[in-house]
């Protein structure tokens, strides 16, 4: 079906569902033109009972590694063969992903930007970004799961590996976090507003999974994420079983440590991501605008190398390189 031929909707009612896959437009606020920001919704309502399996991407609009796993997911999946129901939206931000930005992008000249991960519930009577989470939350989100993942990238100009933030407070959350085969995993009790967050303290166990940087596509990541989504599916009896494979032993820590560029100026990573550094071991170098060497970085502590940039440009208090560690 065409996407403009989806049924638009209101509200998702998963109980009123038959079995299948099913795709809506939901209309989530109007532009100022007076038409609909219309979010792409796909359901797979198994044809057995189980749980119900909430996946978001596209929160950050240029995250766009995260909305590539979302829709090959949606492709490969068979409503037929699961016990439960899946949700997808493999698309939140709409103005952030046509602007290319991490944020929502109001037209209104009064608004600035706004981090849509920072806002989540949403506000009823907030400005535009909060009136459009108000609306995706209650129509879309709430009391429809009872697991979710929100996927990511790092912010556009640095990268990530296939890396995951939970909380290790939350039992399921954690063993979601290590049947995704990530290469690290970050302990983090999450911030208010973050969706991740919003739905622990909600009582749905959710992670966030993050797939290398922003606007940069990575295959060989997208792939590791959907085969690590599968394998979730499958381990919360939603999905059916997927061979067993090898994964990688993730490195998981519990502190991070950001090295940031003291001047401006381009700058070289000297270590490669997941790459294991003792403490003050050089991690960058940076340049002044002749090309001479103008400054070193040093680890600050010993870790793993969670995030490089990969945008040479850096001005004073950018992040070079972020190490995760256990302390
Ligand atoms: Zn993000």
Redesign the pocket.
């Known amino acids: 079906m065409a996407f403009n031929t989806a049924p638009l909707i209101d509200r998702l009612d998963l109980t009123t569902l038959a079995s299948g896959r099913h795709a809506f437009r939901f209309g989530a606020l109007q532009m100022a033109t007076g038409q609909d920001w219309q979010i792409p919704v796909l359901v797979f309502k198994g044809a057995r009972p189980g749980p119900r399996v909430v996946i978001t991407a596209g929160?950050?609009g240029d995250?766009l590694n995260?909305v590539l796993a979302a829709q090959q997911l949606g492709r490969e999946l068979d409503a037929e063969a699961l016990s439960g129901t899946l949700v997808l939206l493999p698309g939140v931000n709409l103005p952030g992903m046509l602007e290319r930005h991490?944020d929502f992008v109001p037209s209104d000249p009064d608004c600035s930007t706004a981090n849509l991960?920072r806002l989540f519930p949403g506000k009823a009577d907030g400005d535009s970004a909060q009136r459009y989470l108000h609306r995706i939350w209650n129509g879309l989100l709430a009391g429809n799961a009872d697991y979710a993942l929100d996927l990511?990238?790092?912010?556009r100009g640095a990268s990530y590996p296939l890396f995951v933030f939970a909380d290790f407070r939350n039992p399921t959350a954690l063993a979601m976090a290590r049947w995704l085969g990530a290469d690290c995993i970050q302990d983090d009790p999450g911030d208010p507003g973050v969706l991740e967050t919003v739905w622990n303290q909600l009582g749905v166990p959710c992670v966030?999974l993050?797939v290398g940087s922003g606007s940069a596509m990575a295959p060989e990541l997208i792939q590791r994420a959907v085969s690590g989504i599968h394998r979730v599916l499958a381990q919360l009896k939603v999905g059916p079983a997927v061979p067993e494979v090898a994964l990688p032993v993730p490195f998981e820590g519990n502190a991070t440590a950001t090295v940031r560029a003291q001047y401006g100026g381009l700058a070289i990573p000297q270590v490669r991501l997941g790459e294991a550094v003792a403490e003050g071991d050089l991690v960058a170098v940076q340049y002044d605008p002749f090309g001479a060497e103008r400054q070193r970085y040093h680890a600050p502590v010993a870790g793993r190398v969670l995030s490089l940039n990969d945008d040479p440009l850096r001005e004073p208090g950018s992040l070079l390189v972020r190490l995760l560690y256990r302390r």
């Open positions: 929160t950050h995250e995260g991490r991960n990511h990238t790092q912010t966030t993050e």
